[in-house]
T-cell receptor, first 112, second 111 residues
Framework: NAGVTQTPKFQVLKTGQSMTLQCAQD?????MYWYRQDPGMGLRLIYY???????DKGEVPNGYNVSRLNKREFSLRLESAAPSQTSVYFC???????????FGSGTRLTVV | GQQLNQSPQSMFIQEGEDVSMNCTSS?????WLWYKQDPGEGPVLLIA?????ELTSNGRLTAQFGITRKDSFLNISASIPSDVGIYFC???????????FGEGTQLTVNP
């Protein structure tokens, strides 16, 4: 099925470890996004990529980096994980920065 | 940044009841969207609204784009257990701007 694929689905990290969350879309969308979801706080934008070759900070970028590898793929990296980064991470894409976003099924990250 | 106020934060209802939730903004939006997030999944688009006053239905769901362009409403009629989840509103101020999401309404339906 066409859509947004995120890997891994679950991950447990120790404080200080690094990891990369992968996201790929096969809908030929230009724009891609990374959100985190915490209880009672809705969806908060971490980084986004309006088009291939560009990335920009969202509301909560500290502690994260991103790479728009090509039009399909947008990865999120935690260089030194902290317990405050325990969250559910969603990747999304859209044709442009308009209209509806299509979301992946999420990565559930726990930092101990 | 732009804030969307979504209410209520949570609802506990009996199967068969109707549900209403809304979002308000301090700014004018050109687009309003409603998403549903099932437990353990990502949000899925339910309804998109593009014109002030627009009323759009999707099965038992009906959403309206407020005339002032600063609010939107979602109604669910005759709720069923599979309606359980988190409902998010999202708005877009201008063409090309990113979506702003509300904080969600957690809906629980008791059989």
């Amino acid at each position: 099925n066409a859509g947004v694929t995120q890997t891994p689905k679950f991950q447990v990290l120790k404080t200080g470890q690094s990891m990369t969350l992968q996201c790929a879309q096969d809908m030929n969308h230009n724009s891609m996004y990374w959100y985190r979801q915490d209880p009672g706080m809705g969806l908060r934008l971490i980084y986004y990529s309006a088009s291939e070759g560009t990335t920009d900070k969202g509301e909560v970028p500290n502690g994260y980096n991103v790479s728009r590898l090509n039009k399909r793929e947008f990865s999120l990296r935690l260089e030194s994980a902290a317990p405050s980064q325990t969250s559910v991470y969603f990747c999304a894409s859209s044709p442009h920065q308009t209209g509806g976003y299509t979301f992946g099924s999420g990565t559930r990250l726990t930092v101990v | 940044g732009q804030q969307l106020n979504q209410s209520p934060q949570s609802m506990f209802i009996q199967e068969g009841e109707d549900v209403s939730m809304n979002c308000t903004s301090s700014s004018i939006f050109n687009t309003w969207l409603w998403y549903k997030q099932d437990p353990g999944e990502g949000p899925v688009l339910l309804i998109a609204l593009y014109k002030a006053g627009e009323l759009t239905s999707n099965g038992r769901l009906t959403a309206q784009f407020g005339i002032t362009r600063k609010d939107s409403f979602l109604n669910i009629s005759a709720s069923i257990p599979s309606d359980v989840g988190i409902y998010f509103c999202a708005g877009q101020e201008t063409s090309g701007s990113r979506l702003t999401f509300g904080e969600g309404t957690q809906l629980t339906v008791n059989p």
